[in-house]
């Protein structure tokens, strides 16, 4: 079996507060995705009106991060239960989550949620054990809590030897060991590129590329973003999309964009294991399918319980 070892997919779950977006800016800022010259004046993931409105995070946004040869693409889910559709859908496109907990607050009740949703979903975890700065940490005591939490949800055994990384995004400084922080964040990247697995690399078989989430732009049209299941796709592709009605509809692929940092990037081609948006065809809903005119093989439906949000 053929792995991507270059790429990593993973989503990154938290109850409110608990420091995702401060997490993901730290890791942004220290593998130097961004060029010098270029700051981070947009918060990761925190810049929906929505969410500004209602102070939390709710919209899906992925930052794609190069760190050694490999990149990281990390992708935000909402940890409010209304949007549990969402979470599912986010969850399909990944081999793992990155659970963040505060090591003072310890479990809440959307660190139960989004653990929940992971651990049905059957993917590989790693907990960070974040604000490990704060006076009144206690990091034992929450690991503690943490483990009963994933024995409770009905984790396996594999999902129950999950790594833990101890960190204080805040003051970019993460270790192993909860007593020895140091100022980098290579003991993040090196637990995320230990134990979530790499994608299998199925780049020759018939493309599958299953819609998991919609966006809008001015010049495009509608944008279809998910994950290269199976194959590969390439700018002018003609491909058919299966319909959730059961019939078939063919486009062409005239636009294709990977991810870098926050923003997406044109690209020419993607295969499986990378996660794209593509446009050129304004009827494309979530759940629906892309494949090859010849191999017309749709994916399950997905769950879809909730008004599609935008991801910007
Ligand atoms: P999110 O809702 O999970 O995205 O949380 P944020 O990243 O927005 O962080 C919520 C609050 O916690 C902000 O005020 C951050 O500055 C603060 N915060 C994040 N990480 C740390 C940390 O490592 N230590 C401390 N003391 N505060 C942190």
Do not use: W
């Not at 992971?118 to 943490?146: C, F, G, Y």
């Amino acid at each position: 079996m053929q792995l991507r070892e270059d790429i990593r997919n993973i989503a990154i779950i938290a109850h409110v507060d608990h420091g995702k977006t401060t997490l993901v800016d730290q890791l942004l800022k220290y593998s130097g995705t961004f060029r010098e010259n270029e700051q981070v004046d947009e918060r990761a993931m925190d810049t929906g009106d929505i969410e500004k409105e209602r102070g939390i995070t709710i919209l899906a946004k992925n930052t794609a991060i190069n760190y050694k040869d490999t990149t990281i693409n990390i992708l935000d889910t909402p940890g409010h239960a209304d949007f549990g559709g969402e979470v599912e859908r986010i969850m399909k496109m990944v081999d793992g989550v990155a659970l963040v907990v505060d090591a003072y607050e310890g479990t809440m009740p959307q660190t139960r949620f989004v653990l929940m949703k992971a651990l049905e979903q059957k993917l590989t975890p790693i907990v960070v054990l974040n604000k490990i700065d704060r006076p009144n940490a206690r990091p034992s005591e929450v690991i503690d809590e943490v483990l009963d939490l994933f024995i409770e949800l009905g984790a396996d055994d594999e999902q129950l030897e999950f790594p833990v990384v101890y960190a204080s995004a805040l003051n970019g400084t993460s270790s192993e060991e909860p007593d020895q922080q140091e100022e980098t964040m290579d003991p993040v990247f090196k637990t995320i590129l230990d134990h979530i697995p790499a994608p299998v690399d199925t780049t020759d078989e018939p493309l599958q590329l299953q819609v998991t989430l919609l966006d809008y732009n001015d010049y495009v049209g509608r944008i279809g973003v998910g994950r290269i299941v199976r194959g590969s796709i390439r700018v002018g592709q003609q491909v058919t999309v299966m319909k959730k009605d059961g019939t078939q509809k063919s486009f062409r692929i005239s636009k294709l964009f990977g991810f870098t940092g926050l923003k997406r990037i044109e690209i020419q081609e993607a295969k499986s294991g990378d996660i794209v948006a593509v446009s050129g065809l304004e009827d494309l809903n979530v759940g629906e399918t892309i494949c090859p005119q010849d191999h017309p093989d749709a994916l399950p439906i997905l769950r879809i319980d909730e008004p599609t949000l935008q991801m910007t």
